[in-house]
């Protein structure tokens, strides 16, 4: 298997503008989580689905960011409009489960707003 | 208040020296795990250590987690270049409000050659 694979690897985008981060989970893996990673605050978690389902949203800071997963194999995590505050490495991980086994990593996608 | 604290934040040490880094909690868990993460990549699984005491050993690194499962640590003998990269220590916790899982706030090491 590839891994976890995530597009684009780097993003340089102007204040205000859509940006959507994209990932691929390895087969058969039924959790997909995505973390925002900052010197600040380490590895935060924004959402994680089970079955392509959404099961707790509750890291996601605020409205402009939004995640979907319209099927087991792509995940996409989107913010409309982009803010500078918003510049960080964003990871996708998935799992077979959602606390007994190790999560995989995808490489990250680095994300700069300016 | 993170549930995973990380000491030390940050480790520069000399090739071929002996170095432990910590993951402490004030509570249980039943498990803990520790990820390496390189410069550019993402966090990479190294170890599960389940039973309190247990003692895992990769080639150079020996894990332990505490008696009471409530510590863990990370001991590499002889450090090299290769194991520059932050050390993360992450497992799940069981709380009223559910099932979390989460990462400590980790420790960057710096192997000088």
């Known amino acids: 298997d590839a891994g976890v694979i995530q597009s684009p690897r780097h993003e340089v985008t102007e204040m205000g503008q859509e940006v959507t981060l994209r990932c691929k989970p390895i087969s058969g893996h039924d959790y997909l989580f995505w973390y925002r990673q900052t010197m600040m605050r380490g590895l935060e978690l924004l959402i994680y689905?089970?079955?392509?389902?959404?099961?707790?949203d509750s890291g996601m800071p605020e409205d402009r960011f939004s995640a979907k997963m319209p099927n087991a194999s792509f995940s996409t995590l989107k913010i409309q409009p982009s803010e500078p505050r918003d510049s960080a490495v964003y990871f996708c991980?998935?799992?077979?489960?959602?606390?007994?086994?190790?999560?995989?990593f995808g490489s990250g996608t680095r994300l700069t707003v300016v | 208040t993170q549930l995973l604290e990380q000491s030390p934040q940050f480790l520069s040490i000399q090739e071929g020296e002996n170095l432990t880094v910590y993951c402490n909690s004030s509570?249980?868990?039943?498990?803990l795990q520790w990820y390496r993460q390189e410069p550019g990549e993402g966090p990479v699984l190294l170890v599960t250590?389940?039973?309190?005491?247990e003692v895992k050993k990769l080639k150079r690194l020996t894990f332990q987690f505490g008696d009471a499962r409530k510590d863990s640590s990370l001991h590499i003998t002889a450090a090299q270049p290769g194991d520059t990269g932050l050390y993360l220590c992450?497992?799940?916790?069981?709380?009223?409000?559910?099932?979390?899982?989460?990462f400590g706030t980790g420790t960057s090491l710096t192997v000088i050659p």
């Open positions: 250590v389940v039973t309190g005491g």
């Open positions: 992450a497992g799940p916790f069981f709380s009223n409000t559910g099932n979390q899982f989460y």
């Open positions: 509570s249980v868990f039943s498990s």
């Open positions: 991980a998935s799992s077979p489960g959602r606390t007994r086994y190790g999560y995989t």
């Open positions: 689905f089970n079955n392509n389902v959404p099961i707790d």
